[in-house]
Every structure is written in C-alpha cells, then in structure tokens.
C-alpha cells in the first residue's frame, strides 16, 4: 500500500525509537517531517544525534510545546505509543480534526508483502521471536518489528512482496490504525493491565481487538481458548478463528494433553510434538508455543520447518531467562514480567525455593491473584520500587508475611546472595513496570545478570 504524503508536514510526537524511525520514513517518502519532544529537559541538538545524519538537518524540532500556529500547518500527526491519546496535545489535535496515525499505521501504508501481528499482555515479545524464527527459515526475507524494539517505519520501505513481516503490536500502538490489515493475528491473552493508560479492562480489551481489524474470513485469528476475553471475542471476530488451549481438549484447534501438544480438526487429533522436545520452561511457553505453530500453519509454512525451528529455539532474553547457577543457587531473569499475570508465569515456573525480587513503577494493577500463587514456593518476597508498600499490604492480606523492603536494586541483589541456600533459586520477576527506578525492562535485567555473573 502507498499513502501519498509528498510534501505535507507531518507531526511527529516523540524523539524516540518509533519517532526516529517515523521521521526516517517520512524524509524518504517526501513528507516534511517535524519532531515535537514535549519532554523540556531534551535539547535540539541530542534529539538530533538520535537521527539519521541526512535526516538531521531537513527536519524541524520543537521542544515544549507546538503553536496553534505551527499546529495549523500540519496534515498527519504520528504520535508515540508512549503519549496517551487523550493528553492535552492530542486533544487539541483531535479537536483540530487533524488525522492521528500509530507508527504501526505510518509504517503499513508504505510496506508491502504479509503481515502476521501478535498482540496479548503476556508472551508477545517469546511468540513474536519465535514466529520470526519461523518465517526466516521458510521465506527468507522477513522482518521482526514493533514493540519487541526495533522501529517497522524504518524497515517498511525495504518490504516487497514476497516478504513477511511479523509484529508485535501493543495497545498503546493499537490506538490509532485505519488501514492496517494483518493476514493473520493473534491476541494471546487479555488480562489487567495498563489501566493508568486505558482506564477500564474493556477500553484495554478493545485496543488489542483492533488487530483484528479490516481482517476478513480469508485471514486468520489465533486465540486463547483459556482465556475469558479472548473466547468471548472469538463471537465478533472478523476473521476465521483458530484456538488453542492448555486445559481443555478442543475438537478443533491446538490442545495441551499430559506433555503432548496435539492439533485437532473436525474432532480428529494429530500429535504435534511433546513439549520436553523443546527448551522453553513453563506454561507459559507451551501456549507461546501453540500460537506460533498455529500462525504458523496459516501463513502456509509446513510443520516439518515449523518443529525444526521450535527444537532449537531459545529463550527470550528477560522472560524466564536461566542467568546461572553460583554457590548452588540458580539465578533467574524474568525482568520482562512486568505484570501481575505474566509474574506468575515466572513462578509457576519455579521447581525449587524461591527468593522472588518483586515491586516497581505503579502501573494501577492488583497483586492479589500473583501472591496467592505464591504457594510453598516463594520463601521470601525481597521488595524495591515504587509499589513495594501496596504489595506487602497486598501480602498481609493474604496471610503472607515472609517479606523484606529494599531500597536500592543493588540492596535487594546482595541480600538475596547473603540468605540464598544451595538448592534455591532467586528470581527476578517484579510484576511492576521498571520506570520508577531504571529506563526499561532490558536495563533492569541487564544489570541483574551482570550483577549475577560477577558472583565468584
């Protein structure tokens, strides 16, 4: 698809990764981009050094605050899917009727060949990799994109028809999307979170809906039978469903059997792969692992590439990742569980004793169901951040009292050392976002495992 933007100024909002990449594209279509960073502390020149040297000197930077004059000459506004749409800039854009596009958008209207995009509040960033690893290894050319870091705007132009791009695509970069059409999707769950942002669980809900969108019975949705949200939308789903599921055994679609993944049409069941065939640990994988072998039958890829990939497949970086094990203790990194549902995931995952760092940034969520995972299986809960007052009050009330505040990352990292017995484990998996005390989710589990690896 080509939208045409030749010589129209374009209001990008946001000097960061996807801004950067906006702009990118915007120069190279013709479009006049202009930078608005409402972040004050920033300067022209660093948001500058985040662009490339031809884009710097072709494009305008406000820093503050944009005029209504300035406002008056814009044609499209591409915000980042960190501003809120309904922040005090957007609403005067919006009340200016001035078009709003997601990067996602920007990005689809120059692109060309497939699109699988995978949403949900958990697994995206494994299922995303994996589903990439896949379309590699049959296609060739693909491309792996969105919120698993690496901008769509700055590779869209690169994309022809006979390649595949894979997404993952966030709420936030859900909000705004007109054209946007993916051959297959999947919404992998829907549970509470980033209520601060959506406000209500049905307002969060229908944003990651809008994957679905402009999707017809000739595409594919993969859906989590398990999950409440996500059956239910299975009913108002444009395109042809496919489910999968780890506690039901469905008549049609991709079920958990003992250790057995099995795939099941018309009620006739096929044994897939055993799930000890692969190296993910943890439920959560196993569903991870469904969606991507059911995306990946839809977009044509035979099963023989699909499992051959899966086998040598390994763990995301930051999601359940085994770090080491040093004086008899294992040391995990789950730092990309940065919500109650998928912190759980980390500790189901668990087979010894666990010493869990846990708290962060106040995303607005509720900790009730995380602890009363906790089982026989957290011995000590080792608190930092923001929320770790509203967790133990959370703890207390579910009669779990075994927890000690930290107030530096660095505190709650050596004290996890001094009372870790052999045969425990320690593990990282804060069930709160990172922005109170470090920039992102991969600095936060960086500087674990760097902490870890220099254990003696």
């Known amino acids: 698809m080509t939208a045409d933007l030749k010589g129209k100024k374009v209001l990008v909002i946001g000097s960061g990764l996807s801004g950067v990449g906006s702009v990118n594209l915007l120069n190279k279509v013709g479009a006049v981009p202009v930078i608005l960073e409402e972040n004050v502390k920033a300067t022209e020149e660093s948001i500058k050094q985040k662009l490339d040297e031809k884009d710097r000197d072709v494009t305008k930077i406000i820093v503050g605050k944009i005029s209504d004059e300035e406002l008056s000459e814009i044609s499209l506004v591409v915000p980042s899917p960190a501003v809120p749409l309904d922040s005090p800039t957007v609403m005067r854009i919006k009340a200016k009727n001035i078009p709003i596009w997601s990067e996602i958008e920007l990005a689809y209207n120059f692109a060309n060949g497939k699109m699988v995009a995978i949403t949900g509040t958990n697994g995206k960033t494994t299922t995303t990799t994996l589903v990439g690893e896949i379309m590699k290894a049959h296609f060739g050319k693909a491309y792996v994109v969105g919120n698993i870091g690496v901008s769509y705007a700055a590779s869209a132009l690169e994309m022809d028809e006979n390649s595949v791009t894979v997404g993952e695509i ?35 809900a229908s944003m990651k809906e809008n994957i679905t969108n402009n999707q017809t ?35 049609d679609g991709f079920y958990l059997d003992g250790e057995d993944i099995y795939m ?35 977009m044509g890829v035979p099963l023989t590439t699909i499992l051959s990939v899966i086998r040598d497949f390994k763990a995301v970086e930051h999601r359940i990742e085994f770090v080491a094990t040093k004086n008899g203790v294992d ?27 846990g708290g962060g940034y106040d995303k607005g969520n509720e900790y009730d169901e995380w602890i009363e995972n906790f089982g026989d299986k957290v011995k000590l809960l080792v608190l930092i951040g923001q929320t770790k007052e509203k967790i133990a009050e959370c703890a207390k009330k579910h009669g779990f009292t075994k927890y000690i505040f930290k107030e530096t990352f660095d505190d709650a990292l050596n ?9 425990d484990a320690v593990l990282l998996s804060p069930a709160c976002a990172s922005w109170d005390m470090f920039p992102n989710y991969e600095t936060r589990g960086k500087l674990f495992k760097e902490y870890v690896n220099k254990l003696s």
């Open 170 to 204: 966030s709420s936030f970069q859900l909000e705004a999307v007109d054209n946007f059409h993916a051959n297959v999707s999947a919404i992998l769950n829907i549970t509470p979170d980033h209520l601060n942002r959506h406000h209500t669980m049905e307002c969060y």
């Open 331 to 357: 040391y995990y990194n789950d730092s990309k569980g940065t919500n109650p549902d998928a912190a759980i995931q980390g500790i189901r995952a668990m087979s010894k004793p666990t010493i869990l760092i």
């Open 415 to 423: 004290y996890c050392t001094e009372v870790a017995q052999t045969g």
């Open 264 to 298: 099941s049409t018309a009620h006739n069941p096929m044994k897939v792969m055993n799930i000890h065939d692969m190296n993910l640990v943890g439920m959560c994988n196993v569903e991870n692992v469904m969606a991507a072998i059911a995306m990946s039958l839809a």
């Open 217 to 251: 019975k000739d595409d594919t949705c993969v859906l989590n039978y398990d999950n409440e949200y996500t059956r239910e939308f299975a009913d108002r789903c444009p395109a042809k469903v496919v489910f999968f599921s780890t506690k039901e055994k469905l008549s």
